[in-house]
Nanobody
Framework: VQLQASGGGLVQPGGSLRLSCEAS????????MAWYRQTPGEQRELVAA???????MYADSVKGRFTISRDDAKKTVYLDMDSLKSEDSAVYYC?????????????????WGRGTQVTVSS
């Protein structure tokens, strides 16, 4: 199983970006799909998460500006980021709780994608 994140870049304050993260491999199902972010010297923090069939949750710092969504057919999670601020600058990581075929059974564990850099600057 692999997670491939994309969509980061440089944007001006007040601008928008969309991040995508696609899962691939022998996947049976995906429960939780989430986005985290990390700045140098700081711990990785949860930005948004969505469990299948449940309402999404957001960090207080991004409520009303960020929207997480998932396309289960494409095994992809998105993060739409609007009204971006300089303090949103970070490396963004996706994480998914994946049940996958292993041998003759199914195993569940968390997988991380490689980070994608988001820089908000004028």
């Amino acid at each position: 199983v692999q997670l491939q994140a994309s969509g980061g870049g440089l944007v001006q304050p007040g601008g928008s970006l969309r991040l995508s993260c696609e899962a691939s491999g022998s996947i049976f199902k995906i429960d939780v799909m989430a986005w985290y972010r990390q700045t140098p010297g700081e711990q990785r923090e949860l930005v948004a998460a969505q469990e299948k069939g449940a309402s999404p949750m957001y960090a207080d710092s991004v409520k009303g500006r960020f929207t997480i969504s998932r396309d289960d057919a494409k095994k992809t999670v998105y993060l739409d980021m609007d009204s971006l601020k300089s303090e949103d600058s970070a490396v963004y990581y996706c994480k998914s709780r994946v049940s996958f075929v292993q041998g003759i059974g199914v195993t569940t564990r968390d997988f991380w994608g490689r980070g994608t850099q988001v820089t908000v600057s004028s």
